[in-house]
Every structure is written in C-alpha cells, then in structure tokens.
C-alpha cells in the first residue's frame, strides 16, 4: 500500500540550525553539548524556547531521559518532550517526527536535536570506536563488511583502490572548510591510502570518527512562519520524509537496496527526479559507502560513480554535490546528532550561506541516513 506524504496537504519549513562542532571525546557534558545547539538554532531562527511546542532528541549512548534533563536549562515552558533511539538513524528519525507533528498540525513549531557522547570505555573519538583486529584475527563488523564490498565493487567494476579513496579525499576537504568538522585537515591520496589498514583495503582515513556533538533543527508551518515574523528567505521547504525497515534478502549489499527503496519512495513524494538533486548528505562512514549509495540514489549509473568521483561530478560546483560537509568521513558521526547535523548543511546549503564550501545555486537538497537494524531515513529540501 502507497504511504501518504501528509507534507502535501501542510508545508513545512525549516526554520532554524545550530550545531556543536564535532570533536573527539572530551569533559564537556551532553547538557553543554546540547544546549550550544539548541541556542544556536533558535539565534538563528530568532525566535524564543517558549515559542517552541514540541521537541524531539535523538541519541543512541547516553541513556534515557537525556533530553527532558537537559532541555529543562532553557527555563520554563509547556514543551512536549520525546526521545528517540534508532542506531545511526537517531537523529535522522527526530527530524521526521518533528516534521510529522508540525504537518499533521499537532503543533506549529516542532525542534529536532542530536546529542551524544561516546560511552564509558569505548575510545576516545577514533575510527568506529571499536576494537580493531587485522582480518587473520577474526572478522571485525562492521569494517569488515564494508571492506568486502568494496573488493566486491572492484570485481565487479573495475574500479580501484585509489578512485575508491578519492572519495575521502573529496571529503577531508570539504570537512577542512567546516568549521563544526571533527577532522578540518585536508588530505591527499597518499595520506589517505597510508597505513594502518583497518580492514582490507580500508584506511583510518576511509572509516568514520565518532566523536561527540550536537546539531538542532527548527521547523514551523506556514501560519508560524507569518506569527513569529521569520524571515521568508531563510525558510527552506521540506517536501518528504520516507522511513523504511530492510526487507529479508540475500543480497550481501542490503544497505544500498534499502537505500533505493526509500530514496524512490522520498522523490516520489518530492516529485522530483534524482538529476535535480544539488546538494546531497549521505551515509559515508566508509569510503565506499559513498559509491552504493550514489548509485543506489540514482545520481549515476551501476558502476558509474567512482569514475563520476574521479572527474569531479560529485564535488562542490560539480553535477552533485556530495556530503559538501565533509560527511561522515570527516564532519564526524557522533551518532545521535549525525542525521540532525546533515538536515543543518543541507538548509545552510539551500540558503546560499555556505561561505567557501557553496555550492552554486543550490535549490533541492537530500539527507540520507542508515541505521543497524537495518532502517533507512530519506529527506527531501526545496528552496521556494
């Protein structure tokens, strides 16, 4: 059965962003974390807390009632409070439902906030946080998956291992751009293909950081637009929001097929076609990750997007502009504010105020989230 898209019957709009920059683990608390994002956002908007109805924070590591705890530092105020939980996808999955409420008229001005910090015991912000063994000791996942897709896209192909790293390269320099990055250095293809090897041929340089950070997202309706006196220009339109589960397959790269599913479901909704997308956040944590999902998206053909990577197709002034951010490779994955994070680049991007990281005349932007389960979240931005 055909899910209804509820944004058609009321527009919503970003109103509001603001971030935390994304760092390796360190003393600040959630709350500091949290906050600085939250202020940022409705600065930005230039509205007040107690304008805001309802608030939605994702996180995935720093336990239950992180949200109402924190958001009780803002003063007084009749929000409703929620927190939501789903893997990678935490923040991705506060923002749809902070759109749901403000389309489905549960209320006028909705927030979507990621924070999270590493836990107790799991490293201090490097690759994955995980415990890294080399492939003769054991299997270590989810490195090892990716890196098997990755000699599996080679096979498959013909493509390399340095049109595979480019893609890092791409993004180490995006991310040295961003001032909210966690990794702001850029990088060539030799550093980036120098040891140690994580996984097969995956790089430190290829896999994620997870860090910690915040990032908030404010939206409201048409008639709080008008209320509150928010600026008409700086309002960007959210034209869906699709949310899927993986289905049972065999396919060892169910990541991207989800990724198809739910992104065709998302442009659909949108009306629009994958070519018309400019700016574009995706599920990055490893290097290859960039080239399924480009294709699984539909931005280039099957096989296509390394050589579309190489010739500059996916840079910022390119056909697409993929993860202008850094993505997750270096603006970071701190899990529960990620999602959140890239709705952030995408407004930012969608506004014209991306300084040296803008890509021209942005109007249609796409988040792309996957989260362990397996679940998928796809927005879709318009500039009206």
């Known amino acids: 059965m055909a899910k209804k898209n509820i944004l058609k019957d009321r527009s919503v709009y970003a109103i509001g962003i603001g971030l935390h920059p994304y760092q390796r683990a360190s003393d600040v608390t959630y709350v500091t974390l949290g906050l600085t994002a939250v202020r940022a956002a409705l600065s930005d908007a230039q509205i007040k807390w107690t304008d ?107 493509a390399t291992i340095e049109q595979i790293a480019k893609v890092a390269v791409k993004n180490h320099a995006n991310g040295a751009r961003n001032p909210f990055a966690q990794r702001q250095k850029a990088r060539t293809l030799e550093e980036v293909l120098a040891p140690p090897q994580i996984s097969g041929a995956l790089t430190r340089l290829q896999c994620t950081p997870v860090g910690e950070g915040a990032a908030a997202t404010i939206v409201a309706s048409e008639d709080a637009i008008e209320r509150l006196g928010i600026d008409w220009q700086r309002a960007i339109r959210v034209t869906a929001s699709a949310s899927r589960l993986q289905e049972f397959t065999p396919d060892e790269n169910a990541d991207a097929a989800l990724t198809r599913k739910t992104t065709l479901e998302a442009l659909d909704a949108a009306a629009v076609d994958p070519r018309d997308l400019d700016v574009i956040e995706l599920h990055d944590a490893f290097s290859i990750e960039e080239l399924l999902y480009a294709e699984a998206i539909g931005l280039c053909g099957e096989g296509e997007a390394a050589a579309c990577v190489e010739r500059g197709d996916f840079d910022i002034g390119g056909r697409h502009a993929i993860s202008p951010s850094g993505g997750l490779l270096a603006m970071g994955h701190p899990i529960g504010p990620t999602g959140v994070g890239q709705v952030c680049e995408i407004v930012r991007q969608l506004r014209n105020e991306a300084g040296d990281r803008q890509h021209p005349d942005a109007k249609i932007g796409l988040a792309h989230m996957v989260g362990v389960g397996a679940v998928c979240v796809v927005h879709v931005l318009e500039r009206t």
Not at 75 to 87: F, H, I, T, W, Y
């Open 52 to 158: 805001v109805e309802t608030a939605f924070v994702g996180n995935a590591r720093i336990g239950m009632a992180a949200g109402s705890t924190m958001l009780r530092y803002l003063g007084p105020s009749d929000v409703s409070v929620a927190q939501v939980e789903n893997a990678s996808a935490s923040g991705s999955t506060a923002f749809r439902q902070a759109v749901h409420d403000v389309a489905s008229g549960v209320a006028e001005v909705s927030i979507a906030i990621g924070v999270d910090k590493p836990v107790e015991g799991a490293g201090r912000g490097g690759p994955i946080n995980a415990k890294v063994r080399s492939l003769d000791e054991g299997l270590v996942v989810p490195f090892s998956h990716f890196a098997m897709l990755a000699e599996r896209y080679m096979a498959d192909t013909g």
